[in-house]
């Protein structure tokens, strides 16, 4: 739920002075930090002590969708980011999750280690864009923000893969009870 609370927080230091003012710029990576680093925490406590819960893995992931997206439209908003790339990550992040709540009742899809290498990648991207670096650092933001819309596509085909098998294997369990 933190996550969800520093997303305005987080805008709000993106969008102040200009957008482009770098201390400014400075706050928005940290608060982008923290709340990165809650899904990090949030995570590993789940596991640690047995509260992993269906709900948790479907909050988790709109919590994530929620920090990325904000990012990503505020950084296309401010020009620094072209809109294609917005646009195919949210459209994968938007159907993963409608695909979750398609087969919900057949089970739920856990993140895959794909997904989360892909939200770790989109997070260093994002954090690459938000940061106010020399010419270098641009390069590099853009390298891995490619790197993050291939981890994307690749992982959207491998979620619904994964969304037909389950769906199919529920309508089986139920036809043959």
């Known amino acids: 739920m933190s996550r969800l609370v520093l997303v305005p927080v987080f805008l ?8 482009h003012d770098t201390q400014w710029r400075l706050a928005a990576f940290a608060v982008f930090v923290v ?3 809650t899904d990090h925490v949030d995570g590993n406590l789940a596991r640690k002590y047995g509260l992993i819960t269906d709900f948790g893995k479907i909050a988790d992931p709109i919590a994530d969708k929620a920090l990325t ?4 439209v505020g950084l296309s ?3 620094d980011l072209a809109w294609w790339v917005t646009v195919v ?3 994968r992040e938007i159907g993963v999750t409608l695909l979750r709540f ?3 009742r057949h089970g739920v899809i856990p993140a895959s280690r794909g997904g989360k290498a892909k939200t770790l990648v989109q997070i260093f991207a994002i954090g690459f864009y938000v940061l106010p670096l020399p010419g270098w650092g641009q390069l590099v933001a853009q390298v891995t923000m490619g790197l993050a819309v291939l981890l994307t ?3 959207g085909v491998d979620y619904v893969v994964r969304a037909v098998r389950l769906r199919a294997r529920g309508k089986r369990a139920v036809a043959g009870a």
């Open 153 to 155: 596509v690749v992982t």
């Open 89 to 91: 990550i949210a459209v």
């Open 12 to 19: 709000l230091a993106l969008f102040a002075g200009s957008g």
């Open 77 to 79: 908003i401010l020009g």
């Open 35 to 37: 709340a990165s680093v």
């Open 102 to 104: 398609w087969v919900i």
């Open 69 to 72: 997206g904000a990012a990503l």
